[in-house]
């Protein structure tokens, strides 16, 4: 997990659970490492990180590094459970039109790539309100005899395939998903081919009952892809009507199934109508191991601040479910994560002891699902403003 304090530390830090008589999962925090807000190499903002077998953790963060233009880092446990910071690539530096900044969660190949996106990268460009940017970059990071190296593996162009990649997943063949979130936003694959890279289109949304701008994907046992769209939808339109990509409605959760020919088919499984059920969601999606979909709306719900949704499939039919609606100025965090026990977790900027932010866990209980806040920021060595 990560935490991020965007006022003024990053804090990376391990949950640690022990069942305690009460039969409640209980909470600490290490921190693992702490970055500066000040210009220093070590990395500002630590995005999602990934965790090898040996219990080495690697992430990127979005600023810092020589460059300030983000780093590729490791984490590695020493004696004394005392966490050093290897500093393995620092992101080049920013132009006027093309900021390499790495967003998202980093995925891993089985022969040790990692690969992710920077939304604002790359020699094409594109515009926002009217100002050209780069339309951004999936990269692909190697451990070579002469140090860590990255290699632009697919620059996007602002035609077809759109712009501003969020994030990746990978299978087990090495190939790569993810999704743009511009205009009405697309998911595409990478599939390696020797030393390069096949670029495929899935699907385009058309900003109607579709859907639009998709926050991220996840892979179901059956190879589906399952996601969620910010906007889109049309339905109480004038309620969540979202200028930035000009589309109406409150957002999707749609499916992606492979098809004949190599072509996908697209279902939308559940369209939010921005009541008690939520608005807009945001950040990744988690599945639990029935195949429900978990998420964040980050408006809506009974206090009109967001809610942790559940869809899931009963008799051949998708529904919604609120599992948890939060409180007033809690301000939920992109997105949630699950473990192999169906337990969901994720974050939010405010709330807690201090109003520094909370992780919350929600468990699997008799009827439904309990939600648990599991730690409270101080937005001090720990961080806070996830």
């Not at 999962?25 to 290490?30: D, F, G, I, P």
């Not at 807000?37 to 999602?48: E, H, L, Q, R, Y």
């Not at 206090?303 to 998708?318: A, C, I, P, Q, R």
């Amino acid at each position: 997990m990560t935490v991020t304090a965007r006022l003024r530390v990053t804090a990376i830090f391990i949950a640690i659970t022990c069942l305690c008589g009460n039969g409640f999962a209980q909470y600490t925090q290490t921190v693992l490492h702490t970055f500066k807000v000040s210009k220093d190499a070590d990395g500002v903002n630590s995005n999602p990180l990934f965790a090898d077998p040996s219990g080495r953790l690697y992430g990127t963060s979005t600023r810092g590094g020589a460059n300030q233009s983000g780093l590729f880092f490791a984490l590695t446990l020493a004696p004394g459970h005392v966490w050093h910071e290897t500093q393995l690539y620092s992101f080049p530096a920013a132009s006027s039109t093309s900021t390499p900044e790495p967003v998202g969660a980093i995925v891993r190949d089985a022969a040790g790539n990692f690969y992710g996106v920077s939304p604002y990268e790359g020699t094409n460009n594109c515009y926002q309100l009217g100002y050209p940017i780069s339309c951004g970059v999936v990269w692909q990071i190697s451990n070579t005899s002469s140090g860590w190296k990255r290699t632009i593996i697919y620059s996007f162009t602002g035609g077809a395939d759109q712009q501003t990649p969020q994030s990746l997943i990978i299978d087990a063949s090495g190939n790569l998903y993810g999704v743009t979130n511009s205009e009405w936003g697309t998911v595409f694959e990478l599939s390696p081919s020797g030393s390069s890279w096949t670029y495929k289109l899935l699907y385009t949304f058309t900003g109607g009952a579709d859907g639009a701008a998709p926050t991220a994907i996840a892979m179901d046992g059956s190879g589906n892809l399952l996601g969620a769209t910010n906007t889109g939808g049309y339905v109480n339109a004038n309620v969540c009507y979202n200028e930035a990509v000009y589309s109406n409605g409150c957002g999707v959760v749609f499916e992606l199934s492979p098809a004949s020919g190599g072509t996908w088919t697209e279902s939308t499984l559940y369209s939010f109508l921005g009541g008690n059920d939520g608005a807009q969601p945001i950040g990744t999606i988690a599945l639990d191991p029935s195949g429900n979909i978990f998420g964040i709306a980050d408006d809506g719900g009974v206090n009109s601040e967001g809610t942790l949704f559940e869809v899931s499939k009963s008799s051949g039919s998708w529904t919604e479910t609120v599992s948890y609606a939060f409180p007033a100025q809690v301000a939920p965090s992109s997105g949630v994560t699950s473990d192999t026990a169906g337990n969901i977790f994720g974050g939010t900027k405010f709330g807690g002891t201090l109003n520094s932010g909370t992780l919350f866990e929600l468990s699997p209980s008799s009827g439904g699902h309990t939600y648990n806040t599991i730690y409270s920021f101080t937005e001090s060595f720990d961080g806070g403003r996830k």
